[in-house]
Nanobody, 117 residues
Framework: QVQLVESGGGSVQAGGSLRLSCAASGVTGCRLTTMGWYRQAPGTAREFCSE???????TYASSVKGRFTISRDNAKNTVYLELNGLKPEDTATYYC??????????WGQGTQVTVPS
């Protein structure tokens, strides 16, 4: 059973930066493939932010492209999301998602990012 633990959230002023981390543990028998980040603001649906394949191919939502940067360290089973130029509308709980070669999908518990208006 893969477990994902996010960290790095917090409250930051508009224009500021944060770096989120998501570490996967319990990865045995399968390998991690695509890892990514989603976010959910109160009263809204969870939305895609960014993802990165095990080969390093990156995809971004248009709302974050040019401001957020995703990366991963395969040796550490960790994915990162660097958030720059934060706006109040980026306020949300950010969730990490990981897929495996066994066909499973796992989610983290979420980390809160708050950008006061």
């Amino acid at each position: 059973q893969v477990q994902l633990v996010e960290s790095g959230g917090g409250s930051v002023q508009a224009g500021g930066s944060l770096r989120l981390s998501c570490a996967a543990s319990g990865v045995t028998g399968c390998r991690l493939t695509t890892m990514g980040w989603y976010r959910q603001a109160p009263g809204t649906a969870r939305e895609f932010c960014s993802e990165i394949t095990s080969y390093g191919t990156k995809t971004y939502a248009s709302s974050v492209k040019g401001r957020f940067t995703i990366s991963r360290d395969n040796a550490k089973n960790t994915v990162y999301l660097e958030l720059n130029g934060l706006k109040p509308e980026d306020t949300a709980t950010y969730y990490c998602r990981a897929m495996t070669t066994c066909g499973d999908t796992y989610w983290g518990q979420g980390t809160q990012v708050t950008v006061p208006s």
